[in-house]
Structure formats: C-alpha cells, structure tokens
C-alpha cells in the first residue's frame, strides 16, 4: 500500500520538464525514433542480443541493457553505425570479422556474429542486419535531456543515517558502545532492537553483522564486502526505513534533554484536544524533514488523517512517532 502511494505522488516528477524542444536541422528530427523505425531498431536488438548480451549489459558498454541505450550508444551513434552504409560501419565490421579498431570481431571469442548468423541460429540473417543500417535514418541525438530520464535520486544508505542523526537528535551513543578487537577499535550494539545500521566500512568499524546487514537493506555499498550500492527503491530498502524510521523516532522522542523534535517544553504527552500544539509541531515538521513551509491545509491533513486516528489507536506519543515516521517516509524526504 505504502508503495503504490510512493510511486503515484513520484510519476509528476518525470513530466514536469516535458515542453522539451528540439532545434535541429530538417528532417533531422531529434524527437527520437518513430515508432516504425523503433520497431526495426528492435528486432536488429532482438536479433544481436542473444549474441552480445552477455558482456554488454552494464557498464560504459551495456548497449544492451535496452532499446534506448542501444539506439543511443550504437544505433544512433556514427562511430558505430554510419546510416545507409554499412561497409562504413563498425558495427557490421565487428559483426562480420573485420573490425578495423581494438577488436576484429564481435563476440569477441568463437566465431563472429556473421558466421553464426550463417549457420541459421539467428533470428535475422547478416544481409537482413545490413538492410537495415542501408534504410537507417539519420538521427542527431537530442542535446537537451531526455524526458524520461531520471531527475530525482533516492538518498542512499549513508545519507539516510546522516540525516536521521541529524534530524532525530541522535548519535552512534544511542546505539552502541565502545568495544575492541584484538585491538582494533570497534562499535558493539547495546540492543538490536533499536534498529541500529552502518557501513561495515566505518570507524570504529561495527562488531555485530545485523547493523551492517539492515545498512546493505538500505541499498548500502562496501568495498571490503565487495557490495555494489543499490539506489533504487526496492521492497528492501521501503521495508528498512519503515521499520527504522519508526524505532528512531520513538528513540528521539524518548530521549532525555532532546530537542530535536519536539521544541524545549513541549511534550509527546500533548495531544489532539491541545489542537494548536499539535499543529505547531507539525508545521516545524514540514519545514524540518521536507524543507517546506507547509500551508494551513497542509497542516490540517497530516493532522486529521495521520495524527488523530494513531492518537485514537493508543496515544498521543504513538501518534507523534507515527507521524514523524510519516514525514520519513514521505517522497519529499526519501528523494531529492
Ligand atoms: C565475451 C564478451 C563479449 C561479447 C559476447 C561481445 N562483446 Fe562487444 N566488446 C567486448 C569487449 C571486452 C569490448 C571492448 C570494451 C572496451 O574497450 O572497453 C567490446 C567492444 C564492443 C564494441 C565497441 C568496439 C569499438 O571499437 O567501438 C561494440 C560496438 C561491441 N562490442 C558490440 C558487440 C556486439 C554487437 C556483440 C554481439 C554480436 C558483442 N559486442 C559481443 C566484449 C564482448
């Protein structure tokens, strides 16, 4: 549930910035392909990709990882694929064994992708690939920004602990003692259940796996643990900061002497029948996780819908960790 809302309120983000125009020459329209020529450009993909996949699906050289990055990186790009001459390709030269650069064919070992294509186990025959090129259309490649490409980006693992500390009021304190092994400074976690995390990179360097196992759920990276970061917005990642998000909270509001949250003298005790309160709080809120001064309607939403009901289901500490969680959550928070 919590995702699908997610998603809805991030697709406006991906249009904002459509009234993209494109000053080219004519008929060299930098709109992209048709979608006739899109097709064709799919089935010399579909044709090559069984061949080539396998070394160049990420990297500087992942020209198929998809349509759009194979049209892009060799299709669309003259050092590869010159339109109506194939012989002036590098594309076909690699295919056929002649490949006039570092490499004289592609794949790279065994035979090339024309002599396969001979022996019948492709889907498109070599003369059918040089068609092809001979009918491409030139396309100059847009130089304004494609308005499909991402814009936002999610915090990662590191940043969501900066912030957190931050934000909440917390520290490493709150979560672990000093330790050492074999005389190496390290961090030991004083209780599990406070959801601690961290990079098994850091110093001191955590002595407990689970920290560093809810970090890497985060979409955290490590060089020691050769883990690749992961920035997507995966049911692992939606599932940690949930959990986190509402420990954390409840951690900072519990905390003695914190004023991160909730402003010298006020008190999660205060609940809905203090209604002023309340919504103070939850315009510093705004302002604090969102950077954004929140309108009165605002204020009254997060209220009515969010606060009262998780007052009503136990009390007005729960609904504060609750609705401070909520802001955590939120996609204003999660992205930037
Ligand atoms: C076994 C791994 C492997 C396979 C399979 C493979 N390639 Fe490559 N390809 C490479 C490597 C390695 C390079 C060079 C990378 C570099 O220079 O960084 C390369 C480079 C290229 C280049 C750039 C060459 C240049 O000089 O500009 C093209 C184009 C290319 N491959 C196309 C293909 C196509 C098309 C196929 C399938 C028919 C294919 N490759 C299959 C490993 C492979």
């Known amino acids: 549930m919590r995702k699908r809302v997610l998603f809805k309120i991030v697709a406006p983000f991906a249009v904002a910035l459509a009234a993209a125009s494109c ?11 048709t979608p006739e020529e899109r097709a064709r450009n799919q089935a ?29 990186l060799v ?17 076909i030269r690699l295919l056929e064994g002649k490949g006039t650069r570092a490499f004289k064919q592609m794949p790279i070992a065994g035979p090339p992708f024309a002599e396969i294509a001979a022996s019948g186990s492709t889907k498109m025959t070599m003369a059918q690939i040089r068609a092809w090129v001979t009918n491409l259309e030139s396309r100059a490649s847009d ?10 980006t999610r915090l990662s693992a590191e940043e969501v602990g900066r912030a957190l500390y931050q934000q909440l009021g917390l520290t490493d304190d709150d979560f672990y003692l000093p330790a050492s092994s074999y005389g190496i400074p390290h961090k030991t976690s004083q209780n599990d259940d406070r959801y601690p995390f961290t990079s098994a990179d850091s110093i001191p360097a955590p002595y407990e796996n689970l920290p560093v196992e809810r970090f890497a759920a985060l979409g955290g ?24 998000s509402q420990r954390w909270c409840a951690l900072a509001l519990d905390k003695a002497g914190n004023t991160a949250l909730l402003p010298a003298g ?5 609940g809905s029948a203090d209604a002023a309160s309340v919504k103070a709080v939850i315009r510093f809120w705004y302002l604090h996780f969102h950077a954004v001064a929140a309108t009165d309607a605002d204020v009254d939403r997060v209220f009515s819908t969010v606060f009262v009901p998780l007052e009503m289901e136990k009390d007005a500490r729960n609904a504060y960790i609750g609705t401070c969680s909520y802001f955590i959550r939120h996609p204003d928070w999660i992205f930037y």
Do not use: W
């Open 23 to 33: 000053e080219g020459d004519e008929g060299n329209t930098c709109g992209g392909p």
């Open 75 to 91: 299709v669309y790009n003259p050092a590869e694929v010159v339109p109506g001459k194939p012989d002036a390709s590098e594309l």
């Open 266 to 270: 006020a008190s999660a005790q205060t």
């Open 44 to 72: 010399v993909f579909d044709a090559l990709a069984p061949s080539c996949q396998g070394c160049h699906v990420t990297g500087a050289r992942g020209y198929f990882a998809s349509i759009e990055a194979f049209e892009s």
């Open 221 to 244: 990276g490590s060089a020691p643990n050769q883990m690749k970061a992961d920035g997507s917005v995966s049911p692992s990642f939606l599932g940690t900061i949930t959990q986190v």
């Open 143 to 152: 130089p304004l920004p494609s308005i499909e490409a991402h814009r936002i």
